[in-house]
């Protein structure tokens, strides 16, 4: 271990930063250095106190301020972890918490190679995943805009007419002939109405940039060869490589599926092998999202009307290949 390392542990709140630093090659505890403002000119004043850069290592725990910091501290030269607080070792008898404490302990973890970093995204990614993201906050937005729309007609006693799907064209012509007999009941009835049309509008408009960014962006030729699997298409494509950034940071599939929590959980001992549901502590996004791509799979696979036509003038023992080459490509140059 180098002995004049500094090991610092950060604990990031939205206006102020706790410092704490442990000196390499030592056992002794981390000495709190004191709180600093959440500023680039304060963050940078306290790079310089600290020393040279080469010669330091920063922690912080992932949380809702992001990459900025990570960002900052590494444009300073400075070598930064994002910490997964899931994975800090924890200290059951340990009651006390305070901000000073985390950043003595992040910065002791540090030394002791105790800590597991996240995986920071580029600028690009963490927009493409902020985009993503917003379109799922959208949809959940439009399940309760409905709800609350379906509730009120439920509390005045209206029902849709018999045969008539939920939200189908023929519902919601149904939905704009209602009257109320109250000025209050009718505006409030119009009103949820009008949500929902204003929700569905921003899902459209986020949809259209997902598409050109599965276009344009640089993320465009997995985007499109993810879409060569049954059951992807292009916005779950797009949502997992927002949410996975590069495949290549894993080395086999059973890693790609603890990363988004999907594998399952096991407790175990001696001969007794005992597996429950899956563990859910990675990515639900990812899992969200992959879960629902595998219950498209499930169904059996089905030729559109377009590679019907192609295929049905040729003999079935070389129609069939034929056909599957040239899907495989429509799917990957459409997208």
Known sequence: MNDSTKYVG?????????????????????????????????????????????????????????YLLERQLASMGVACMVVA????????????????????RLAELLRAAELKPVWVPGKEDEALRDLVRAREDAKE????????????????????????????????????????????????FDEYRLSIEEIESRIERLESEIHTQAQKSRHAPMIQALQAFRGIKEIAAATMVAEVGSFLRFGKASQVMAY????????????????????KTGNSHLRRIAIECAWSYRYPAAMSAIWVIRSWPLPSSTGYCITHTSSTSEVRATG
Not at 85 to 103: E, F, H
Not at 260 to 278: D, F, N
Request: aromatic share 6%; with cysteine; charged share 30%.
């Open 10 to 66: 950060l604990d990031v709140s939205k206006e102020k930063i706790a410092v704490a630093v442990a000196d390499g090659g030592s056992r002794e505890s981390a000495r709190y250095w004191g709180e600093i403002p959440h500023r680039i000119e304060d963050i940078r004043k306290l790079i310089g106190r600290l020393g040279d850069v080469g010669q330091l290592q920063v922690c912080y725990e992932a949380g809702p301020t992001g």
């Open 85 to 104: 607080p899931s994975l800090i070792p924890k200290q059951p008898g340990n009651r006390v918490k305070t901000d000073r404490r985390d950043a003595q």
């Open 141 to 188: 937005d439009l399940l309760r805009a409905k709800h609350r729309l379906g509730k009120f007609l439920l509390r005045r006693g209206v029902c849709e007419p018999v045969g008539v799907r939920a939200w189908s064209t023929k519902y919601r012509a149904w939905l704009k002939g209602l009257e109320f007999d109250s000025s209050a009941l009718q505006t409030t």
């Open 260 to 279: 988004s929590g999907a594998v399952p959980s096991e407790h175990s001992s001696g001969a007794e092998v005992r597996r429950g549901k899956i563990t």
